[in-house]
């Protein structure tokens, strides 16, 4: 039951990364990485999980803002959804970023969050938020796949005993970008692409992502290959803010001589990890971005797409996003 | 007529300490020694507690006691208990920790142990109803639904009920509440067009943005008690009876209410807690609640699955109106939403006949109270995009069908067909139509700019709106100062302050010189109608009237005896009474008001009439020798139900493709008699407005049938409208015709602006889709798309509690 109430823990907030590291490390599964807090309170003020150490990370140096780099931009894990979504350098190059971090939570959230905690962020799963015992919360069986489960929020692709999505609206933007995000622990740093960083039940049934217990997410890479793509992002959510997403559309797009000759595209909320849908990017390239061709990959987006009883809305819903992301970018 | 302050802004004085944060709400009290407590809440939707162990506790640092529901007064079932050892739904109290502070009362609800035996549960009341079906409680399954006095029974309808009813309409199978009037199914037969539709209307939470916290402590025998309710005075009785006290025992402190829309309307089991608390400990406890507990006993809103058929002749005059309702009810108690959506589709449509027939069901989800427009909003929600599919088959535009059976003179409510005391629909429906500029509006429907298409909506509301029988009291001081006592709690609509202004205008005093008293019974106020059901207006200017009328007579009769003549030679004003022949005989108000202690009797208070109610006996009692005393019950006649009437128009951009919705305009004008307060009906007709786009659109109970698990106990899962989901601009406007059975005029007006606003939107969604498409509310994103897609929505027809 949940109570609003934490529990007592121990507050730690160092200011380099070697200490943040070093603390995440000596405190293993005990261990709390806290970025903006908005996932990390909840969990606690609800009592459904627990850690003894919370390793807060909000004054370690170095690990905030956005720096123009070689071959592109580096976006500290501690940069707030904010200052992404007002930065000029994104907006100019990666608008699809700067516009899926704008249509994040609310203002004030926006505001205390960060692109760090957005990705690493854990589903939002009713039941599994609820506090029951279902397969990712260790337990055995999972509430939303029964026979009159409400999962009108749930997935369409790669259920595993586990049926929840990924709500970040940033993760398919990175996704789209080909973001790299760089992760230190004890054993040093290591740089993993956008699209492994988040893992569905099949890989670990109680992760979201590739980050483990000492592992640290310290910034996220974007490379200059996609820089002033036509790029769309559209979220799908029941209200205008405040809301996670039904569905979330992002795409990177070149045209040259009137036909695709560059894309990647990712949907947020279908699956438990960013969908990129390969086989539009397959479809579209080499082809007008038109109605004809955004129609031919809006059903090819949707296919082998495996409802739930309160969910099925969400084929139609990710073929018009795809049709759209293609036709009005 | 001309009055000096109605009719006019003024900035009430509670305004300054709410924009500048200095209010104090029930959370911000603090009190000597106070602890804080924590409830042990039921996970369970229904189960039997047993071998509770909460020894470990006790033995806690920090630990100051338990409180559980055998220390308690039980009300009568089906009335919901403070705390139980039978919870009705998940989130119901068990128990209650005190503690030196909340994170020590936590830790040592998670070291309690208990045995929870599962007992059956349903959120599906036609479940409950079909034969063999789980009951909600042990003791029955259905509810003869009345406020304060609900019974419980025990109603199956059989097998072939529900195998007559016929794809996806509502089986109707024998009711236990009905009415009706004249030969509806003759009339239906006669009908040039009968439309036979079910719908459901989903229960939701009220998400008051203060929860319902409550501190309470005792001194020298009283209980001083600080809580966040709609009403002050009428909450007292209330009070005394639910804690098993006198009156004069209780102190309690409702100075401002963080929202309450009915879910606050008079004092809730919950307060009881903290005051037993307090009481067993012997220090001041204070229980805050958190917005999850909000959610999970914070009260709801009731479900409706219905069915209506409706008769029209060929000019869209509605000739039979027979509607059957199911209410999801709650455990418990609960509010009588279906009378009031009954008698609110009769005042509606002023239909030639009419049936009523409707049955309470339990479920294992929220207990139900009144929700802004109980039951009456619902019917705008469902019977209004009706109207809408009834004009297009019969060719009428909408407005025209509307116009045709809006009450006007000699409307009628109810199965008594009781006359409304004025109404005027028709001028409402005429000046919404006007500022939103209808006939040019309604050329866009049907538009397409892109992916998006328009549509324009019309939507009605009717509610009762007032009330007689309750006292006003005012108190002219030798300072100079008119102090109006008032019991009107403070709900956010400033109506304490508005109808006071009646007796200001009475006394013709300057504002500047009324003091409001209210907010604490310490204050000595008057028995008033609680601040519910749209009456607050009607009901206490009619108080502060007579009050004020007394206040006047006895300044008259003190200036005769004084000053020679008698009292029919004396006028008021400039805050003296005069003589009318020679104004240079006068007294001062302070001087009048000094006399009248140096008379006494009934000048000062020290006598007061038989009539008024205890309270306001006690009031005049501890106000008696501190000024001239005015004090009377309403006693003025009341012929006929005073009503308020709204007419909405809307316009939407509903993109195709995403099943996204924007209102992007909205217009409405509000008969509520003569308009007191100009800025709060243009704020209440607005906000009244977005949430009735939350219910059209957004809100919603969702439970796991499995389990009976909630599915939103948090704002951003129970999704009230955001600014972004509601129009950036509204209009608003009021016919301001004043309703005769009110001295001033005045009549209420806080439940059918929410309504209006719902059916408009709704309609104007099926305007952009083409015609009629949901019996529904809301209507999701999700459930758009799908009609778009031509897919099956993914719920049944008739379900309840599903996403």
Same mark, same amino acid.
């Given at each position: 039951?949940?109570?609003?109430?934490?529990?007592?823990?121990?507050?730690?907030?160092?200011?380099?990364?070697?200490?943040?590291?070093?603390?995440?490390? %000596?405190?293993?599964?005990?261990? +709390?990485?806290?970025?903006?807090?908005?996932?990390?309170?909840?969990?606690?003020?609800? %009592?459904?999980?627990?850690?003894?150490?919370?390793?807060?990370?909000?004054?370690?140096?170095?690990?905030?803002?956005?720096?123009?780099?070689?071959?592109?931009?580096?976006?500290?894990?501690?940069?707030?959804?904010? @200052?992404?979504?007002?930065?000029?350098?994104?907006?100019?190059?990666?608008?699809?970023?700067?516009?899926?971090?704008?249509?994040?939570?609310?203002?004030?959230?926006?505001? &205390?969050?960060?692109?760090?905690?957005?990705?690493?962020?854990?589903?939002? =799963? !009713?039941?599994?938020?609820?506090?029951?015992?279902?397969?990712?919360?260790?337990?055995?069986?999972?509430?939303?796949?029964?026979?009159?489960?409400?999962?009108?929020?749930?997935?369409? !692709?790669?259920?595993?005993?586990?049926?929840?999505?990924?709500?970040?609206?940033?993760?398919?933007?990175?996704?789209?970008?080909?973001?790299?995000?760089?992760?230190?622990?004890?054993?040093?740093?290591? @740089?993993?692409?956008?699209? @492994?960083?988040?893992?569905?039940?099949?890989?670990?049934?109680?992760?979201?992502?590739?980050?483990?217990?000492?592992?640290?997410?310290?910034?996220?890479?974007?490379?200059?290959?996609?820089?002033?793509?036509?790029?769309?992002?559209?979220?799908?959510?029941?209200?205008?803010? +405040?809301?996670?997403?039904?569905?979330?559309?992002?795409?990177?797009?070149?045209?040259?001589?009137?036909?695709?000759?560059?894309?990647?595209?990712?949907?947020?909320?279908?699956?438990?990890?960013?969908?990129?849908?390969?086989?539009?990017?397959?479809?579209?390239?080499?082809?007008?971005?038109?109605?004809?061709?955004?129609?031919?990959?809006?059903?090819?987006?949707?296919?082998?797409?495996?409802?739930?009883?309160?969910?099925?809305?969400?084929?139609?819903?990710?073929?018009?996003?795809?049709?759209?992301?293609?036709?009005?970018? | 007529?001309?009055?000096?302050?109605?009719?006019?802004?003024?900035?009430?004085?509670?305004?300054?300490?709410?924009?500048? /944060?200095?209010?104090?709400?029930?959370?911000?009290?603090?009190?000597?020694?106070?602890?804080?407590?924590?409830?042990?809440?039921?996970?369970?939707?229904?189960?039997?507690?047993?071998?509770?162990?909460?020894?470990?506790?006790?033995?806690?640092?920090?630990?100051?006691?338990?409180?559980?529901?055998?220390?308690?007064?039980?009300?009568?079932?089906?009335?919901?208990?403070?705390?139980?050892?039978?919870?009705?739904?998940?989130?119901?109290?068990?128990?209650?920790?005190?503690?030196?502070?909340?994170?020590?009362?936590?830790?040592?609800?998670?070291?309690?142990?208990?045995?929870?035996?599962?007992?059956?549960?349903?959120?599906?009341?036609?479940?409950?109803?079909?034969?063999?079906?789980?009951?909600?409680?042990?003791?029955?399954?259905?509810?003869?639904?009345?406020?304060?006095?609900?019974?419980?029974?025990?109603?199956?309808?059989?097998?072939?009920?529900?195998?007559?009813?016929?794809?996806?309409?509502?089986?109707?199978?024998?009711?236990?509440?009905? +009415?009706?009037?004249?030969?509806?199914?003759?009339?239906? $037969?006669?009908?040039?067009?009968?439309?036979?539709?079910?719908?459901?209307?989903?229960?939701?939470?009220?998400?008051?943005?203060?929860?319902? &916290?409550?501190?309470?402590? !005792?001194?020298?025998?009283?209980?001083?008690?600080?809580?966040?309710?709609?009403?002050?005075?009428?909450?007292?009785?209330?009070?005394?009876?639910?804690?098993?006290?006198?009156?004069?025992?209780?102190?309690?402190?409702?100075?401002?209410?963080?929202?309450?829309?009915?879910?606050?309307?008079?004092?809730?089991?919950?307060?009881?807690?903290?005051?037993?608390?307090?009481?067993?400990?012997?220090?001041?406890?204070?229980?805050?609640?958190? %917005?999850?507990?909000?959610?999970?006993?914070?009260?709801?809103?009731?479900?409706?699955?219905?069915?209506?058929?409706?008769?029209?002749?060929?000019?869209?005059?509605?000739?039979?109106?027979?509607?059957?309702?199911?209410?999801?009810?709650?455990?418990?108690?609960?509010?009588?939403?279906?009378?009031?959506?009954?008698?609110?589709?009769?005042?509606?449509?002023?239909?030639?006949?009419?049936?009523?027939?409707?049955?309470?069901?339990?479920?294992?989800?929220?207990?139900?109270?009144?929700?802004?427009?109980? /039951?009456?909003?619902?019917?705008? $929600?469902?019977?209004?995009?009706?109207?809408?599919?009834?004009?297009?088959?019969?060719?009428?535009?909408?407005?025209? #069908?509307?116009?045709?059976?809006?009450?006007?003179?000699?409307?009628?409510?109810?199965?008594?067909?009781?006359?409304?005391?004025?109404?005027?629909?028709?001028?409402?429906?005429?000046?919404?139509?006007?500022?939103?500029? +209808?006939?040019?509006?309604?050329?866009?429907?049907?538009?397409?700019?892109?992916?998006?298409?328009?549509?324009?909506?019309?939507?009605?509301?009717?509610?009762?709106?007032?009330?007689?029988?309750?006292?006003?009291?005012?108190?002219?001081?030798?300072?100079?100062?008119?102090?109006?006592?008032?019991?009107?709690?403070?709900?956010?609509?400033?109506?304490?302050?508005?109808?006071?202004?009646?007796?200001?205008?009475?006394?013709?005093?300057?504002?500047?010189?009324?003091?409001?008293?209210?907010?604490?019974?310490?204050?000595?106020?008057?028995?008033?109608?609680?601040?519910?059901?749209?009456?607050?207006?009607?009901?206490?200017?009619?108080?502060?009237?007579?009050?004020?009328?007394?206040?006047?007579?006895?300044?008259?009769?003190?200036?005769?005896?004084?000053?020679?003549?008698?009292?029919?030679?004396?006028?008021?004003?400039?805050?003296?009474?005069?003589?009318?022949?020679?104004?240079?005989?006068?007294?001062?108000?302070?001087?009048?008001?000094?006399?009248?202690?140096?008379?006494?009797?009934?000048?000062?208070?020290?006598?007061?009439?038989?009539?008024?109610?205890?309270?306001?006996?006690?009031?005049?009692?501890?106000?008696?020798?501190?000024?001239?005393?005015?004090?009377?019950?309403?006693?003025?006649?009341?012929?006929?139900?005073?009503?308020?009437?709204?007419?909405? =128009?809307?316009?939407?951009?509903?993109?195709? @493709?995403?099943?996204?919705?924007?209102?992007?305009?909205?217009?409405?004008?509000?008969?509520?008699?003569?308009?007191?307060?100009?800025?709060?009906?243009?704020?209440?007709?607005?906000?009244?407005?977005?949430?009735?786009?939350?219910?059209?659109?957004?809100?919603?109970?969702?439970?796991?049938?499995?389990?009976?698990?909630?599915?939103?106990?948090?704002?951003?899962?129970?999704?009230?409208?955001?600014?972004?989901?509601?129009?950036?601009?509204?209009?608003? /406007? $009021?016919?301001?015709?004043?309703?005769?059975?009110?001295?001033?005029? #005045?009549?209420?007006?806080?439940?059918?602006?929410?309504?209006?606003?719902?059916? $408009?939107?709704?309609?104007?969604?099926?305007?952009?889709?083409?015609?009629?498409?949901?019996?529904?509310?809301?209507?999701?994103?999700?459930?758009?798309?799908?009609?778009?897609?031509?897919?099956?929505?993914?719920? /049944?027809?008739?379900?309840?509690?599903?996403?």
């Amino acid at each position: 039951m949940s109570k609003d109430m934490m529990r007592a823990f121990e507050l730690y907030q160092p200011d380099s990364v070697e200490n943040a590291v070093e603390l995440l490390g %000596r405190f293993g599964a005990d261990g +709390w990485a806290m970025a903006g807090g908005n996932d990390t309170l909840d969990w606690f003020k609800d %009592r459904v999980k627990y850690a003894g150490s919370v390793v807060d990370l909000s004054g370690v140096e170095g690990l905030s803002g956005i720096r123009e780099t070689a071959d592109g931009v580096e976006i500290g894990a501690m940069t707030t959804l904010t @200052e992404i979504e007002a930065s000029p350098l994104i907006q100019e190059r990666y608008s699809v970023l700067a516009d899926s971090a704008r249509r994040v939570a609310s203002p004030q959230i926006r505001n &205390t969050g960060t692109i760090g905690g957005n990705v690493a962020q854990d589903t939002r =799963c !009713w039941y599994y938020r609820y506090g029951v015992d279902c397969y990712r919360a260790g337990g055995n069986s999972c509430y939303a796949d029964t026979p009159q489960g409400q999962n009108r929020e749930h997935c369409l !692709w790669g259920a595993d005993r586990c049926i929840a999505v990924t709500p970040s609206d940033t993760a398919p933007a990175l996704v789209v970008l080909d973001a790299r995000m760089a992760i230190v622990n004890a054993d040093g740093e290591r @740089e993993v692409p956008a699209e @492994e960083f988040f893992i569905g039940p099949e890989i670990d049934i109680e992760r979201m992502t590739v980050l483990e217990p000492g592992d640290l997410l310290t910034a996220i890479r974007i490379p200059n290959d996609w820089a002033g793509a036509q790029f769309y992002f559209e979220k799908v959510a029941d209200r205008n803010t +405040w809301d996670f997403p039904l569905v979330n559309i992002a795409s990177a797009m070149f045209v040259e001589g009137g036909a695709v000759s560059r894309i990647r595209m990712a949907a947020g909320a279908v699956e438990c990890v960013p969908r990129r849908l390969s086989v539009v990017e397959e479809i579209v390239t080499g082809s007008a971005p038109d109605e004809e061709t955004a129609a031919l990959a809006g059903q090819a987006a949707v296919r082998g797409a495996t409802p739930f009883n309160y969910n099925h809305f969400k084929i139609p819903l990710l073929e018009n996003l795809v049709k759209r992301a293609i036709r009005d970018s | 007529m001309a009055y000096t302050l109605l009719g006019k802004d003024f900035t009430p004085p509670d305004v300054r300490a709410k924009v500048t /944060g200095s209010a104090k709400y029930t959370e911000d009290f603090r009190a000597e020694g106070m602890a804080f407590c924590k409830l042990l809440l039921s996970p369970a939707p229904h189960a039997r507690v047993t071998n509770v162990d909460v020894s470990a506790v006790l033995e806690m640092e920090g630990v100051l006691g338990v409180l559980q529901a055998s220390e308690l007064r039980a009300p009568p079932p089906p009335v919901e208990p403070a705390l139980t050892d039978e919870p009705l739904f998940v989130g119901q109290p068990i128990l209650a920790v005190a503690a030196e502070n909340e994170t020590i009362a936590s830790d040592a609800l998670d070291a309690i142990t208990y045995d929870l035996e599962p007992l059956p549960f349903t959120v599906d009341p036609l479940e409950a109803l079909y034969p063999g079906g789980p009951s909600a409680r042990q003791d029955g399954n259905a509810a003869v639904v009345n406020y304060g006095n609900t019974v419980v029974e025990t109603r199956h309808w059989t097998a072939q009920d529900f195998a007559a009813a016929g794809d996806g309409q509502l089986p109707t199978g024998e009711p236990n509440m009905e +009415w009706s009037y004249g030969d509806v199914d003759q009339a239906l $037969a006669d009908a040039a067009l009968v439309l036979d539709e079910s719908f459901v209307t989903a229960g939701l939470a009220h998400h008051s943005m203060e929860p319902r &916290t409550t501190m309470a402590y !005792w001194e020298n025998g009283k209980c001083h008690l600080h809580g966040s309710v709609q009403s002050q005075s009428f909450s007292m009785p209330i009070l005394a009876g639910m804690l098993g006290m006198e009156q004069e025992d209780i102190v309690f402190v409702s100075e401002y209410c963080g929202g309450g829309f009915g879910s606050k309307a008079v004092p809730f089991p919950s307060m009881a807690i903290p005051v037993n608390l307090s009481r067993k400990i012997g220090r001041p406890v204070m229980m805050r609640l958190t %917005r999850h507990e909000e959610y999970y006993l914070g009260l709801a809103r009731t479900g409706m699955q219905g069915r209506i058929r409706l008769g029209f002749n060929a000019d869209g005059r509605v000739t039979a109106a027979d509607l059957f309702l199911i209410q999801e009810n709650g455990p418990h108690a609960g509010f009588p939403n279906l009378t009031g959506a009954a008698a609110g589709v009769s005042a509606m449509y002023q239909p030639e006949s009419m049936r009523f027939r409707g049955v309470g069901v339990f479920t294992n989800t929220p207990p139900r109270m009144a929700q802004r427009g109980p /039951g009456y909003n619902e019917m705008s $929600a469902a019977i209004e995009p009706l109207i809408d599919k009834a004009a297009r088959e019969l060719d009428l535009d909408r407005l025209a #069908i509307r116009m045709i059976n809006a009450p006007g003179e000699g409307a009628t409510v109810g199965p008594q067909r009781t006359p409304l005391t004025s109404a005027f629909l028709p001028e409402a429906l005429t000046m919404a139509a006007e500022q939103f500029n +209808w006939e040019e509006r309604k050329a866009l429907s049907g538009q397409r700019n892109g992916s998006k298409v328009t549509g324009v909506g019309v939507g009605l509301a009717y509610h009762p709106a007032g009330n007689n029988g309750f006292d006003g009291l005012v108190r002219l001081t030798p300072e100079g100062k008119l102090h109006i006592h008032t019991g009107v709690g403070n709900l956010g609509t400033y109506s304490h302050s508005a109808t006071s202004r009646v007796a200001a205008e009475v006394l013709k005093c300057d504002w500047a010189d009324c003091i409001i008293e209210r907010g604490d019974s310490r204050r000595h106020l008057p028995h008033n109608q609680g601040q519910f059901g749209s009456n607050t207006s009607f009901t206490m200017s009619r108080t502060n009237y007579v009050a004020a009328m007394d206040a006047v007579a006895k300044l008259k009769e003190i200036a005769a005896m004084d000053l020679g003549g008698s009292p029919g030679d004396y006028d008021i004003g400039g805050h003296r009474v005069f003589a009318r022949d020679d104004e240079s005989k006068f007294l001062t108000y302070p001087d009048a008001a000094a006399r009248a202690i140096e008379l006494g009797g009934k000048f000062s208070g020290e006598e007061a009439p038989e009539d008024i109610n205890p309270t306001t006996q006690m009031a005049v009692a501890g106000l008696a020798g501190t000024g001239l005393i005015g004090v009377a019950r309403d006693n003025i006649e009341l012929n006929g139900q005073p009503a308020a009437h709204v007419a909405g =128009c809307a316009q939407v951009e509903l993109d195709v @493709e995403t099943g996204l919705v924007e209102v992007v305009d909205y217009a409405a004008a509000v008969d509520c008699g003569t308009v007191v307060h100009p800025m709060s009906l243009a704020t209440q007709t607005k906000g009244g407005a977005v949430m009735g786009i939350g219910m059209a659109r957004y809100e919603r109970h969702i439970y796991d049938r499995q389990n009976g698990l909630p599915g939103n106990i948090g704002f951003h899962q129970a999704k009230p409208p955001s600014y972004l989901d509601v129009p950036a601009e509204m209009q608003t /406007g $009021a016919v301001d015709m004043p309703d005769p059975e009110n001295p001033v005029g #005045i009549k209420g007006m806080g439940e059918p602006v929410m309504g209006a606003g719902l059916a $408009a939107v709704l309609n104007a969604i099926s305007d952009a889709m083409g015609g009629h498409v949901f019996n529904r509310t809301p209507v999701t994103t999700d459930m758009i798309v799908n009609a778009l897609a031509g897919q099956e929505q993914s719920h /049944g027809p008739l379900d309840v509690n599903t996403a």
